[in-house]
Nanobody, 121 residues
Framework: QVQLVESGGGLVQAGGSLRLSCAASETVFRVNTMGWYRQAPGNQREEVASITSGGTTNYTDSVKGRFTISRDNAKKMVSLQMNSLKPEDTAVYYC???????????????WGQGTQVTVSS
């Protein structure tokens, strides 16, 4: 039972832009904080950006001013607009969200399947 589905990603030259999107299953009761993480080969997974249900955002320092996270609560979607991409942004990007799947269940943390972003120099 898939709860988070990602789209976007791909190959882009340095200085270019990409947009990632992630949608929670339509049947999910409530979507709380959503975010994006990334993991480059040999590195630990790191948080890139997050956004609460109220719209409060947080970014890791290395992407501030270049990446923008946004969400559409009606569509249960989160997006990450990535501009001025650098080779060091190359990684697998994962959507992450706290989802209350049913009204009678507690909120749990879920991961998307991951999407590759490759920035060439």
């Amino acid at each position: 039972q898939v709860q988070l589905v990602e789209s976007g990603g791909g190959l882009v030259q340095a200085g270019g832009s990409l947009r990632l999107s992630c949608a929670a299953s339509e049947t999910v009761f409530r979507v709380n904080t959503m975010g994006w993480y990334r993991q480059a080969p040999g590195n630990q997974r790191e948080e890139v950006a997050s956004i609460t249900s109220g719209g409060t955002t947080n970014y890791t320092d290395s992407v501030k001013g270049r990446f923008t996270i946004s969400r559409d609560n009606a569509k249960k979607m989160v997006s990450l607009q990535m501009n001025s991409l650098k080779p060091e942004d190359t990684a697998v990007y994962y959507c992450n969200a706290d989802l209350q799947v049913r009204a009678y269940l507690r909120s749990r943390n879920y991961w998307g399947q991951g999407t590759q972003v490759t920035v060439s120099s």
